[in-house]
């Protein structure tokens, strides 16, 4: 049975909530309040799925409640609907405003005020429905990158417990859609997606964070062994998935890079780097295997930022994403998929024309213990989103590549060309940018001519 939805009613006159109760309590479950201030404290401890809010109450009124309630994040997304004995077009427009969803006017009509319920609460579930599409990746039915992020930020700001972050790579993703079809390929993928969702636990995350590229957030504190062992069920899950989906157990292959809280890392950014070095790590020792990063020095004390270690395996993955040949149909969609196609588009005509592209990655690198938060970082984004955009010349073409990262490529430039507008586009952030914790780097290679 589908459980009862939850309002909250806040009228300051016992008549007027005895009223309301006895037209809804068989449809729903009710609260009471009689005051703003009860609401609010009762915001506090529950979520309701709507609130009648009456206008006209001493000390707290409506408007002045409601401007709390959507003040706050955890309560700014809960419908409001007003209940008035006031009728004026301009306290409507004045509610509307604000963020209530309607008015109902008392004495209330029972059909009236049931029908306008069932219709805001049917608007918000799909809205809400529509919010978690937006946050699911269409293919596996995985949670996207989006969505991976913002719920690793909100746990490691509203938690001081241990977690793991893992990164997967299907190991020569191209050769098997090459060999076997991007049908194939998609099966492949739809299978580690199954193998995944099925591996984590209620609270924990597991996401698609863009082409053959995975990720697992396990909320809790683990040892190396059973990290390991968990690592372990995965490679052998998929490989026995894969003998019935692709025919041979031996054909897909992953790599994993694991990082953990708070050992590693405390932050989205920080988890993704090092996950990112391990899972390099086991890229250039064999593959289909997994590896936990171990930091050899405590960057809260002394931070060394190596920049041609970081930038090229950054710019090394960035490569190999974007060469990834994805020419999906229908359902078939993966992250920064126009900017593939553009990739691919400038890769194949430099073979005829002799033209020379270069492909720039920046990153930004912060210390968090320099007091460089997520809000920062991302006004830090948007100066450099600016600076590159006026220090590009036309023609040239630029995309966001993750929460803390652009890559541009430099139309008809060759090597010389190339650190030139890079320099520009360094010079302009430098400028702009405020924050001592921050640092921007970045690497540059030419663009290979491809015949396919």
Partial sequence: MEKAKHILIVDDVTTNLKLAAEVLQEQYKLSMAKSGEQAIQFLQKAKPDLILLDIRMPEMDGYQTLEIIKS?????????VFL??????????????????????????????????????????????????????VLTGLWNRKHLEDEVERFLDENGQKAVFMIMDVDNFKQINDTHGHIMGDAVLECIGRILQSSV????????????????????DYSDEEIREYCRMLITELENEMADVIGSKDIVTVSMGIAQVPLD??????????????????KQNGKND???????????????????????????????????RNEAEGAYRVEYE????????????????GQTVQMALFTLNYIKSMGITPEILHKAM?????????????????????????????MSANEENGEKVVRRILDTWEQMNEYEGIQLDYAIKQVEARTK
């Fill in 72 to 80: 706050n994040p955890a309560t700014a997304n809960i419908p409001v």
């Fill in 201 to 220: 636990g209620p609270r924990d995350i597991a996401a698609r964070i863009g082409g053959d590229e995975f990720a697992v957030f396990l909320k809790g």
């Fill in 84 to 137: 008035t004995v006031d009728d004026q077009r301009e306290s409507e427009i004045k509610g509307l405003k604000m963020g209530a969803m309607d008015f109902i006017l008392k004495p209330f009509e029972p059909g009236v005020m049931l029908s306008r319920i069932d219709k805001i609460l049917q608007i918000e579930d799909l809205r809400k429905n529509l919010s978690i599409s937006a946050r699911k990746d």
């Fill in 290 to 324: 997994y590896h936990l990063f171990r930091q050899k020095e405590d960057e809260a004390t002394k931070v060394v930022l190596n920049k041609a270690e970081n930038s090229s395996v950054d710019m090394e993955k960035l490569e190999q994403f974007v060469a990834e």
């Fill in 338 to 353: 126009g900017f593939k196609h553009i990739y691919h588009f400038v890769s194949r005509g430099l073979g005829r024309n």
């Fill in 382 to 410: 948007k100066e450099l989103e600016r600076a590159i955009i006026v220090s590009l010349r036309q023609g040239d073409v630029t995309t966001q590549y993750s929460s803390f990262q652009y890559v541009v490529l430099l």
């Fill in 265 to 282: 890392a405390y932050d989205f950014v920080g988890l993704y780097s090092k996950a990112d070095k391990a899972l390099y790590y086991v």
